[in-house]
Structure formats: structure tokens, C-alpha cells
Nanobody, 122 residues
């Protein structure tokens, strides 16, 4: 199986920065997309940013120019640098990865982390 563990969430004042990390572990053969989603109370989970194993990144319009996603394939880790944070960025942030494992054959698993809280105060 695959485990995703996020870290780096917390509390910050508006205009500040936070860096989230997510490490994937387990019987991993290959990771395609890695990304970050978020869910605020009363809202649906939404894509924040995603990055394929090779190729261009994709960002939600609301975070373009403020957030930067990157990954270290050797460490199976994805990062999200969040600058110029706003109160509306407050949410639980979830790591997501599309993974092939030793036992999944050609079936790509969609793995999720437990989430990390980000709170931005005004």
C-alpha cells in the first residue's frame, strides 16, 4: 500500500508564508501526478496545484502567482510554497498522488494524505 504524510501546516498572519511537504512511502513502483487539494468548512474539496512526473504544473486561478508546487522524485515528495497568504486560503490541505504499487499491476491508485490545517488570520 501507499502512505502519504503531510507536514508544514499551521497558523500565519495574512501576507505570510508557509511551506507544505508531503512524502509518499510504501511499495511504490511509480508516481505520476502529485498535487495539493484543500477543503474549507462548508466547501467542496478543490484542486490547488498539481505537478506531473515530467511536464508543466497546473494551478487554481485563486493561487496563481502566490503558490509554487515542486517535487523531488528521488524522495517521492511534493512541496507547496505558499506566499502572500490570505484569510480565504484557510482550509485543510490534502496531498494527493497517482501511484503504481508492487501489487497494483497496471492499475493506478489515487492516494490521499490525512490533511494538514492551514489557518490565515487577517
Amino acid at each position: 500500500q501507499v502512505q502519504l504524510v503531510e507536514s508544514g501546516g499551521g497558523w500565519v498572519q495574512a501576507g505570510g508564508s508557509l511551506r507544505l511537504s508531503c512524502a509518499a512511502s510504501g511499495s511504490i513502483r511509480s508516481i505520476d501526478y502529485m498535487g495539493w487539494y484543500r477543503q474549507a468548512p462548508g466547501n467542496q474539496r478543490e484542486l490547488v496545484a498539481e505537478i506531473p512526473s515530467g511536464g508543466s504544473t497546473n494551478y487554481a486561478d485563486s493561487v496563481k502567482g502566490r503558490f509554487t508546487i515542486s517535487r523531488d522524485n528521488a524522495k517521492n515528495t511534493v512541496y507547496l510554497l505558499m506566499d502572500s497568504l490570505k484569510p480565504e486560503d484557510t482550509a485543510v490541505y490534502y496531498c494527493n498522488a497517482r501511484v503504481l504499487t508492487l501489487s497494483s499491476g497496471s492499475f493506478w491508485l489515487n492516494a490521499w494524505g490525512p490533511g494538514t490545517q492551514v489557518t490565515v488570520s487577517s
